[in-house]
């Protein structure tokens, strides 16, 4: 938390972040995590239908996938309070990311690094739109795959990328690593 002086005018301010990502990468475990209330989410049951198509090779556990959106909130202080709008990570959901964006002040870009390829259309995403983003490791199981140098450098060039390793964990806890 941080300790800032309350705002004299008393009023809250709110600010809209986006979590973003590729397919199954965490983003809806992430925003269930760190929401202090109970994340609305739009998960829908994956089915046979979907075999060839969903890789779901690196997450065999994963038998949901979001549909729609995931929100979420965090009130940093009392007067400034942050809405989660997590993406659906599915291609053939992208065209909800261009509704899913307005408005915010800026994304996370979480990562699954055995599968970095998956997050370049999400970057390219908000590069193109030049809406600041910050890129988070998702640690699965507590295995780091590479370096975070090594992935922090593979991101150098990006101007308007900024860095935070994460582990999202599945359940209530917060942490990092
Ligand atoms: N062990 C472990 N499993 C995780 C973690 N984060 C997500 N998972 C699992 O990975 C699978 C996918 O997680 P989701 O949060 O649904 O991923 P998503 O990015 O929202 O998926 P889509 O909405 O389908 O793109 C689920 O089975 C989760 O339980 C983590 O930090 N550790
Ligand atoms: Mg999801």
Redesign the pocket.
């Not at 992208?94 to 996370?108: K, S, Y």
């Given at each position: 938390m941080s300790h800032r002086p309350p705002n004299p005018s008393g009023r809250v301010t709110s600010a809209k972040i986006v979590i973003a990502?590729?397919?199954?990468?965490?983003?809806?475990?992430?925003?269930?995590?760190v929401s202090e209330i109970t994340p609305l989410t739009t998960?829908a049951i994956?089915t046979s239908a979907g075999v060839g198509v969903?890789d779901t090779r690196q997450?065999?556990?994963?038998?949901?996938?979001?549909?729609a959106m995931?929100f979420g909130r965090i009130s940093i202080d009392r007067d400034l309070i942050l809405y989660l709008f997590?993406?659906?990570?599915?291609t053939r959901f992208w065209f909800m990311w261009d509704e899913l964006v307005r408005g915010a002040i800026g994304a996370v870009v979480?990562v699954d690094t055995r599968r970095l390829a998956d997050c370049f259309a999400a970057i390219d995403f908000f590069e193109h739109r030049r809406l600041p983003y910050l890129v988070a490791i998702?640690?699965?199981?507590?295995m780091q795959y590479h370096d975070p140098q090594d992935v922090r450098d593979a991101w150098r060039s990006r101007a308007t990328c900024r860095w935070w390793p994460a582990?999202?964990?599945?359940g209530s806890r917060r942490s990092t690593c």
């Amino acid at each position: 938390m941080s300790h800032r002086p309350p705002n004299p005018s008393g009023r809250v301010t709110s600010a809209k972040i986006v979590i973003a990502g590729g397919f199954g990468v965490g983003k809806t475990t992430l925003v269930g995590s760190v929401s202090e209330i109970t994340p609305l989410t739009t998960e829908a049951i994956m089915t046979s239908a979907g075999v060839g198509v969903d890789d779901t090779r690196q997450v065999p556990g994963q038998t949901t996938t979001t549909v729609a959106m995931d929100f979420g909130r965090i009130s940093i202080d009392r007067d400034l309070i942050l809405y989660l709008f997590g993406t659906p990570g599915q291609t053939r959901f992208w065209f909800m990311w261009d509704e899913l964006v307005r408005g915010a002040i800026g994304a996370v870009v979480l990562v699954d690094t055995r599968r970095l390829a998956d997050c370049f259309a999400a970057i390219d995403f908000f590069e193109h739109r030049r809406l600041p983003y910050l890129v988070a490791i998702n640690c699965f199981d507590g295995m780091q795959y590479h370096d975070p140098q090594d992935v922090r450098d593979a991101w150098r060039s990006r101007a308007t990328c900024r860095w935070w390793p994460a582990t999202p964990v599945t359940g209530s806890r917060r942490s990092t690593c």
